[in-house]
């Protein structure tokens, strides 16, 4: 049976009111402490400390009262490819001299350096998913866009486009979810017609990169109209790139943030300087 629900798979750019400890956080705490998980996972290439990013990432999800499966839903469309890769690192990683290797045959070459860099790869890529959805779901958008120009502020003295790179971050953050039901609804009319849409198993990549083809032209058609019409839209509202800006909220920073922030350093610093066995 085809499967077009593509949108819930999508948890960028939407937003789960449950009223938690991390909604309550001041939306610039929450940024800073995202990206610093997101340095603190590409920096650490252990196994364990991967293990470690990914309970402290379910407990967040606890914290912010996000399901775990609403939470984990952005790594089901990409298990295939997540499968594909790890099996290739497995077979196709080059050891170094004096590595163990557990079987070698022709080209192909399993290792321990091998297998561990696929389960750190697939641990990564988990970890970012769930460290993307504790912040856009406990966030709104227009925080995500007043924190982010309040971060980037300083940086007007250099004449960086705060204001702007604010306004385009959360201008695609947007639109994520839109691209997705536009997606859907291409692909449930192409499959009307008789295309063949959603009827390729997981694992046949080739047939299922065949069938979004016809997709992704009028997908991007769409998106190009979308964004002329957000254009006319600003400048009737008399939107001015460049101009002075002000805010009708001003973020007041609590103990309570103070103390999460804290905390996050201290264990991000930990995960990365740590010496783990393996």
Request: glycine letters at 6%; one cysteine or more.
């Amino acid at each position: 049976m085809a499967d077009f629900e593509l949108a819930r798979y999508v948890t960028i750019g939407q937003y789960l009111a449950t009223d938690s400890v991390i909604h309550r956080l001041d939306p610039r705490v929450k940024l800073v402490a995202f990206v610093l998980w997101v340095v603190a996972a590409s920096c650490t290439g252990s196994l364990l400390g991967n293990a470690v990013l990914l309970i402290l990432g379910l407990a967040g999800l606890a914290l912010a009262r996000i399901p775990l499966r609403f939470g984990l839903s952005g790594v089901v469309p990409a298990i295939p490819l997540i499968l594909l890769m790890s099996v290739l690192m497995v077979l196709f990683y080059q050891p170094d001299p004096g590595a163990h290797v557990w079987l070698h045959w022709r080209i192909l070459t399993i290792t321990w350096e091998g297998v561990r860099l696929a389960l750190v790869s697939a641990a990564r890529f988990i970890e970012m998913v769930m460290f993307i959805s504790i912040l856009t779901l406990s966030t709104t958008l227009s925080d995500l866009t007043r924190a982010l120009e309040a971060l980037l502020r300083p940086l007007r003295a250099l004449r960086f486009p705060a204001d702007e790179a604010a306004l385009m971050v959360s201008i695609a953050l947007r639109f994520v979810p839109t691209l997705a039901q536009e997606a859907e609804r291409l692909m449930k009319a192409q499959a009307a017609r008789g295309a063949d849409i959603g009827t390729a198993r997981p694992w046949q990549l080739i047939r299922r990169t065949r069938s979004v083809l016809p997709v992704i032209v009028p997908l991007f058609v769409s998106a190009l109209r979308r964004a002329d019409e957000l254009v006319l839209a600003m400048e009737a509202r008399g939107y001015v790139p460049g101009a002075p800006r002000s805010s009708y909220v001003e973020y007041a920073a609590r103990g309570s943030d103070a103390m999460a922030l804290a905390l996050t350093v201290l264990l991000c610093a930990l995960i990365v300087w740590l010496p783990w066995p393996w």
